[in-house]
């Protein structure tokens, strides 16, 4: 079977290898219909990632078709159409029990997260309580729905993330920093969960028109100092209740941190890519800092699945170009290239 | 007038200054009843703050009675019983209004803290919110009740606020890193919220039992690695639900973050003194990190007042021994010395 690997830096290539099978007994094989690409994915890509090494880092963001399942296996079975969450909670331990399935102590953590799925087939561990059921087939869906669907694998749950951490409250004031995929999915989910004002830090204008779609009210194209100030100007000087992280870069963390009011929640999800950003600092502010990798599977389960079916919400828009598996190159490039917000890969029908 | 004054480390002494009067409009002039020591305080008389200055850092927690009031003074009056929280908040803006005045942002922060509050007489700058009014006159109260009040200055608010912000929950697993005052209230404030489970980190005999008292459950003497394991086996290997962390170094700040499980609060409370502890560390285990300087008007006016007032919490009982204000370098001593929980002086009737 065909999958992508990782090169080098501006490099990614097909390549074929053995098809996957069942090792644990709670494996599922699953065929992918849609991949596609990550921010993360681009760290890389870029050449900001030196640890990097050749097959590293090549997608965890597919809907697909089980194949096949190993015998502990009870909540699916061959032929279901699924979301495959890029985290791989057990349902039982602590931390899944609290949703907080990204930190899962049911098993080792070099075994909860998705990688190498860009490809035709991938070996989903811990498949059992993890895996989300979508209703029918693909063929049942519109290719908006199928996008849509696809974006429930990680960027919408992780803009869920953000607002649900920061504990966003309805008559909120939130900002979002960051407006890549993940950060326009968080204006959906600030929205979702009623905020009155919601502030995106954006200088694109195609994504600006989205964040506005999505629920966005005030656009700040500043950055650093001058977009702090901005946010601070919009807010009377108060700051917001809410600050929702979607980078990880030492600007957009500190960014986030600079326009809280004190008391108020940042909730991050952009992994961190940052230098030093030490705790005590914050300690006068009473800032809340919450965030890591996102719940996937409980937010597709509780509330995302159902707003994306009966069409509530569309953060499938976020995917503005697609491309072949074959053309992976191009998706990296042109995502990278801020010529697509987000790349979707059309693996299977 | 009688002011303490901190000269060096391991000493201070009693000076005579004027008396101090109404400056500004929202200034109130009160006669104080009760003051005492703050592990705060020890930090300089112990030496380990080299940045403290003859006469700073001395007190901050004080109950007593209103003497005159500025024009803008509605609130209290002459003869009023109240307490006087360390922290000023405005009540309008919007880290009041969100219930957050440690953070005050209605005038400049330098005046949003108490200082130099073990004296006969203080000043209290944003008095009209900030002040707490008691029923009655102190007479009306036994000893214990007087010293319960005293704690509504600081410690008890400032424990209550570790359990807030970490949002204990009913039936919550939660540690408390550190025995001191706050820490012992930190357990009375876990137990306010319905923590089942309340394990307290703590070496020191007295204060074992007055944790065991307010409602602590278990007890964990080791410290560092061997403390983080005991924990760990205590809840069978999950971490707990929060972590209130009540000392502020380096070491009880990494073993507050240690011992949560993913998705788990951390609400610290002690004034950092660490080294660098870096945010980014913390982002796979989704820690929610959150804590300040505490609402102390707030919690008394909403919660802690009428649950002193009923007999309902007893945080006095961490004063276990009374100074006049002539003692005060030994009420600071004997509290260095761990002789006492946490020293109280006795100023006036």
Excluded at 115 to 128: I, M
Excluded at 286 to 295: E, L, R, T, V
Excluded at 297 to 311: E, Q
Aim: charge should be negative.
């Amino acid at each position: 079977m065909k999958t992508a690997v990782f090169v080098k830096a501006g490099q990614m290539a097909i390549e074929t290898i053995e098809k996957p099978s069942v090792i644990e007994v709670d494996d599922a094989i699953i065929r992918v219909v849609r991949a596609c690409v990550c921010g993360s994915d681009l760290w890389s890509y870029r050449g900001d990632d030196d640890k990097a090494t050749h097959s590293a880092n090549s997608g965890h963001e597919i809907i697909g078709i089980v194949d096949e399942v190993g015998s502990a296996i009870n909540t699916v079975k061959k032929g279901d159409f699924v979301i495959a969450p890029f985290t791989h909670g057990c349902g039982h331990c602590a931390a899944c029990r609290a949703g907080f399935e990204g930190g899962c102590q049911g098993h080792d953590r070099s075994t909860n997260f998705s990688s190498g799925y860009q490809a035709e087939y991938v070996r989903y561990a811990h498949a059992d309580w993890s895996l989300v059921k979508i209703p029918g087939q693909p063929s049942d869906y519109s290719e908006g729905m199928i996008a849509s669907l696809l974006a429930l694998a990680d960027v919408m749950p992780t803009g869920y993330h953000a607002a649900r951490v920061a504990n966003v409250q309805k008559g909120d004031t939130v900002a979002v920093v960051g407006d890549g995929a993940v950060g326009l999915c968080a204006v959906i989910a600030a929205k979702m969960r009623g905020a009155k004002r919601i502030i995106i830090m954006s200088r694109h204008k195609d994504r600006q028109e989205l964040a506005l779609e999505f629920g966005a009210t005030d656009i700040v194209e500043e950055r650093g100092e001058e977009g702090v100030a901005k946010v601070l100007e919009l807010t009377n000087g108060d700051g917001v209740d809410a600050a929702l992280e979607c980078v990880g870069t030492q600007l957009s963390t500190e960014t986030a941190l600079a326009i809280a009011r004190p008391g108020a929640s940042i909730g991050r999800v952009g992994v961190p890519h940052t230098k030093d950003i030490n705790l005590s600092d914050y300690f006068f502010q009473n800032a809340i800092i919450a965030g890591g990798p996102a719940s996937v599977t409980t937010y597709d389960k509780s509330v995302l699945l159902k707003a994306v079916l009966d069409g509530e919400i569309n953060p499938g828009k976020v995917f503005t170009q697609s491309y072949s598996l074959d053309d992976i190159d191009q998706a990296y490039k042109d995502m990278q290239e801020r010529k697509t917000i987000k790349s979707m890969v059309v693996v299977s029908k």
